[in-house]
Structures are given as structure tokens and as C-alpha cells.
Nanobody, 126 residues
Framework: QVQLVESGGGLVQAGGSLRLSCAAS????????MGWFRQAPGKEREFVAS????????????YYADSAKGRFTISRDNAKTTVYLQMNSLKPEDTAVYYC???????????????WGQGTQVTVSS
């Protein structure tokens, strides 16, 4: 069982930055792939970024939606059992509730993830 708690959301002007955090419980955090998804009002939940669990000899692999490439960075600190999403150059269209999720392997498909946080609101004003 994995419990996830997001934080770090808020209101920011366009062009600004935010760092989201997702604190996870569980002793096997390092083996889980972690993902960030977002859902804007009236829209379906969409993939933002994911990071693999620790794979011997390979380190961590990261994956990004096209909308996030070059602006967002996903990272993890296994000692703190936390995953981060650094968001730079934010745009009004980034406004959404952001969710972190955990799975056995990285995926861009939300249904593949077994565990979800409650979400944190990000609002980008123009």
C-alpha cells in the first residue's frame, strides 16, 4: 500500500515557477515508478511526466508530455520518499489540479497507476 500527499500548488503569474512535491509512504518507494498527471475543468486527466523506479545499472528514466518538455522537470529523492515536479515558464493553460501517482513501472496512461494522491491546485494567471 502506498499513500501519496501532494503539496506546493498555488497561484502564480504566467512565466513564473512552482515546485510540486509528492510525499509517499511505504518502504519500497524506490522501486515504484512515479507519475504526475493533471486535470483541468471540463477536461480529461492528462499525463505530464513520469520517472521510473530504481533499475540496477540504469538509474532513473524520465518521460514527459510534449507540453511539459523543456519547461518541467520530474525528479525523486528516495531517501525522503518524495517526488518533485519543477515547473518553469508556466502558462495559463497549465492551470489544473495536479496529481501524483505510483505504479510498478512508468506509464503515460492514468489507468495503469494503482495509487493516487488527492491533488494540488495550480493556477496560472495571465
Amino acid at each position: 500500500q502506498v499513500q501519496l500527499v501532494e503539496s506546493g500548488g498555488g497561484l502564480v503569474q504566467a512565466g513564473g515557477s512552482l515546485r510540486l512535491s509528492c510525499a509517499a509512504s511505504g518502504r519500497t518507494f524506490s522501486t515504484y515508478a512515479m507519475g504526475w498527471f493533471r486535470q483541468a475543468p471540463g477536461k480529461e486527466r492528462e499525463f505530464v511526466a513520469s520517472i521510473s523506479g530504481l533499475v540496477s545499472g540504469l538509474g532513473f528514466r524520465t518521460y514527459y508530455a510534449d507540453s511539459a518538455k523543456g519547461r518541467f522537470t520530474i525528479s525523486r529523492d528516495n531517501a525522503k520518499t518524495t517526488v518533485y515536479l519543477q515547473m518553469n515558464s508556466l502558462k495559463p493553460e497549465d492551470t489544473a489540479v495536479y496529481y501524483c501517482a505510483a505504479n510498478q513501472r512508468p506509464s503515460m496512461i492514468s489507468n495503469d497507476y494503482n495509487y493516487w494522491g488527492q491533488g494540488t491546485q495550480v493556477t496560472v494567471s495571465s
